[in-house]
């Protein structure tokens, strides 16, 4: 019994220290041309704008860094375009008692592509947005990582606002988009 109950206090410790998912896109079906993605695991949805235009949205090839249970790159989500320089793209997923919450994914930018990625959270489903971090995407595939409060409504919405592109094919590469429950921290009730 006393070799169950380490091997129970040990799976404990292991999921706290990794978090719990609660929305992971891994983008590898994605379609090129849908506005609203699914998570891939757990919950939630990525909307793209509708100023994102078909020709502008594309699934090339993406990257294993970030991507749990060594998956191999699949594919990504990519976003083309120096008129799409101040557009975004949102994340609306359920946090209610969730806690201090960590989002992570690997990007890159092509190089006359997005130079900068701010990205900002509501509370209050969207009415209004508070700056969180600024990300400079790098021309290799990179990890970015942010903290996040996961405020105490029911839902979390993130904006990444992407600017910086200085040619029409100029773009950014998203992929393994993960958000979890901050590293040690349990679920909070309510």
């Known amino acids: 019994m006393r070799m169950f109950m380490s091997a129970s206090f040990l799976a404990l410790l292991?999921?706290?220290?990794?978090?719990a998912v609660i929305g992971?896109?891994?983008?590898?079906?994605y379609d090129g041309d849908a506005h609203r993605i699914k998570a891939s695991t757990g919950q939630?949805?990525?909307i793209l704008?509708?100023?994102?235009?078909?020709?502008?949205?594309?699934?090339?090839?993406?990257s294993a860094m970030n991507a749990g249970n060594d998956r191999d790159a699949g594919q990504c989500l990519g976003l083309t375009g120096q008129g799409a320089n101040g557009q975004f793209l949102e994340i609306k997923l359920p946090?209610?008692?969730a806690g201090p919450l960590e989002m992570d994914l690997a990007m890159r930018r092509s190089?006359?592509?997005y130079t900068t990625v701010n990205v900002f959270a509501s509370h209050n489903g969207g009415d209004t947005f508070r700056k969180i971090t600024s990300w400079s995407p790098v021309e290799k595939w990179a990890k970015y990582e942010a903290r996040l409060d996961s405020g105490s409504g029911s839902d979390l919405v993130l904006r990444l606002v992407v600017d910086g592109a200085t040619s029409s094919r100029g773009g950014i590469r998203l992929d393994n988009l993960v958000i979890q429950t901050a590293a040690g921290s349990a679920p909070q009730s309510e």
């Open 14 to 19: 292991s999921s706290l220290a990794s978090g």
């Open 24 to 29: 992971e896109w891994d983008f590898n079906l």
């Open 44 to 46: 939630g949805v990525v």
């Open 49 to 62: 704008g509708e100023e994102w235009t078909e020709k502008a949205l594309s699934n090339p090839k993406g």
């Open 95 to 97: 946090t209610s008692g």
């Open 111 to 113: 190089g006359t592509g």
